[in-house]
């Protein structure tokens, strides 16, 4: 009984482990475990009743949460966007401007993973989609099966670091950041994670070429009767579309100096984007005959979703609206895009809503029970001992961090995205605090390695959406008429082992160079010192830089922090 006494925090949170494994439902598991041992340490007295009384009040706290609507909103925007077909129209034109390069069909899938992911934001849509439309084109052109599926698997997964990445909302409640620092911070290596597997892509095009063939002249659509493709035109376009756009944000950054690195991105993209898109209408409307067929497609198909990518994350960063407001402004402009496609319907929108709905209430049922969870938690002094377990560690800050990147990368076997950061991060979040860690290159850094819960032999589900789609048995191909064989589990498997080791790198490079996403920070307002009124605390102009109350009892070190 003395050694339970002594050890009820570590036996709790193994007992939570074990519920887990067992396949109890994460929100119960969490809940129960929580009231359980809560009810046995108020037995033994470590802990008092009244700590109880706070539930209520805490489960409240979450559902009046406002920064928790950003969830559904993003997650409605994603699946109208991917239900409203803007997944075929993407892959068919990617995959054409591409597909001829030796590699080509693989690197449009990545490409049109990251813009599904900087719009869907669910891995589930992406994989299904990509797996859908791109895999039996990949085999049926002699694309190795592992390539192929590995590059579907993986780019799909990019939806979990690239804005507006659903887990990087929750990692941002859970650690008490600002989400919009989170999107800045994980938008460097979100997007080398991306060009890291085309990287890989054109590596083993070169290396093996049979295994990344280019697209036959007869796949090929959009030629002109000369044979030529028309790329020329959309060179052309690409160049005045830049000219125009650079010459219009010179003129704005001139009138309105000081602007963020952030706000004049977004700014020189909005105007480009709109430049090409007015180009391409009046060509259209004017029968012109300037711009080639693939040039017209790629514009009226990648222009609109890039725009709305823009418009909501753009605003986010620049400070205009916060992560909820944005993310209401992208399902309204997804809407917008699924009516002006053509292709909104009632049962489009019931069936999205349904799916955010279930969504929604996964993450708040989970929320809820990591709440009853750490309550008792802390209530047993379990996040003293998790803070001696960790700052006991050899080699203190970096020995911290190398340790809980491998934890996170052996629990994400067993454990997803949504259950390592409701059950992992509110125990090692405030250590990291208290060890002086900057928590949004806490929150990324977990973010990259959490990606790899999704690819995980046995247990990814990114591995179990694209099985659920793959062909299981050999088939004969519709458009050629050849008997092609069957993916095999075995496949997936080992197609997915190259780019966990990707993604592995990707996490040791963001542990090794922290300016991949402090970079956040540098265009933070400044403290003048001529405005800090000593004998306050105060700094006027600004806000509480300290993280203390105005009026709080004096300390000029605070105002400078």
Not at 143 to 166: E, F, H, M, N
Not at 256 to 262: E, G, K, L, Y
Not at 333 to 360: H, P, Y
Request: hydrophobic residues 55%.
């Amino acid at each position: 009984m003395e050694f339970f006494v002594d050890n009820l925090a570590p036996i709790m949170f193994f007992n939570l482990i074990v519920f887990l494994l067992l396949g109890f439902p994460v929100a119960f598991a969490l809940a129960a475990n929580g009231i359980l041992y809560g009810l046995v340490a108020i037995d033994l007295g470590l802990m008092q009743p009244a700590l109880f009384q706070a539930l209520p009040q805490r489960v409240f706290g979450i559902v009046s949460n406002d920064t928790l609507l950003a969830v559904p909103f993003f997650t409605l925007m994603g699946l109208i966007l991917e239900r409203s077909g803007m997944a075929e129209d993407l892959l068919e034109t990617v995959g054409q401007l591409f597909g001829p390069v030796r590699g080509g069909l693989a690197i449009a899938v990545v490409i049109v993973g990251a813009m599904l992911a900087a719009t869907t934001g669910v891995v589930s849509a992406s994989v299904i989609s990509m797996g859908l439309i791109s895999l039996p084109i990949m085999l049926r052109y002699g694309y190795d099966a592992r390539l192929a599926t590995g590059v579907i698997a993986a780019s799909g997964t990019l939806s979990q670091i690239i804005p507006p990445s659903l887990v990087l909302i929750i990692l941002a409640d859970q650690l008490g950041r600002s989400i919009g620092d989170m999107y800045r911070g994980a938008m460097v290596p979100g997007l080398l994670l991306a060009l890291s597997y085309i990287a890989y892509v054109i590596i083993m095009a070169l290396l093996k070429p049979s295994s990344a063939p280019g697209l036959p002249p007869e796949a090929r659509m959009y030629v002109k009767p000369d044979g030529s493709r028309g790329l020329r035109s959309l060179l052309v376009l690409v160049l005045v579309a830049t000219g125009v756009s650079y010459a219009v944000t010179q003129y704005y950054f001139a009138e309105h100096t000081n602007v963020a690195i952030d706000e004049k991105v977004v700014i020189s993209l909005v105007a480009w984007g709109l430049t090409a898109l007015v180009i391409a209408l009046i060509n259209r409307v004017l029968r012109l005959g300037l711009l080639s067929e693939i040039a017209e497609r790629v514009t009226f198909v990648m222009i609109p979703p890039l725009f709305l990518i823009f418009l909501v994350l753009g605003t986010i960063f620049i400070g205009l609206a916060t992560p909820t407001e944005g993310g209401a402004m992208g399902a309204v402009g997804a809407l917008v895009m699924a009516v002006s496609r053509g292709r909104f319907s009632w049962k489009l929108l019931k069936q999205a809503m349904d799916t955010t709905t279930k969504l929604s209430c996964f993450v708040v049922f989970i929320l809820v029970g990591s709440t009853v969870f750490s309550l008792s938690f802390r209530g047993v002094n379990g996040d003293i001992w998790i803070e001696h377990l960790m700052t006991g560690l050899p080699g203190g800050e970096m020995g911290f961090l190398i340790v809980v990147s491998i934890l996170t990368f052996f629990l994400a076997f067993f454990l997803d995205f949504f259950e390592l950061a409701f059950i992992v991060v509110p125990l090692l979040g405030p250590v990291a605090d208290k060890m002086g860690i900057d928590l949004i290159w806490f929150g990324v850094l977990l973010a990259v390695n959490m990606q790899t819960s999704f690819m995980h032999p046995p247990f990814g589900f990114a591995l179990f959406y694209l099985r659920s789609v793959a062909p299981k048995d050999d088939y004969r191909d519709k458009v050629t008429g050849k008997m092609l064989p069957k993916v095999t589990s075995g496949q997936i498997y080992w197609g997915s082992v190259p780019f966990i080791c990707i993604q592995l790198i990707m996490v040791a490079a963001v542990l090794l160079f922290p300016g991949m996403v402090t970079h956040y920070k540098d265009d933070a307002p400044q403290v003048d010192p001529s405005t800090v009124d000593f004998g306050s605390g105060n700094v006027y102009g600004t806000d509480s830089y300290g993280g203390g109350d105005a009026g709080a009892a004096p300390d000029p070190a605070a105002a400078f922090r």
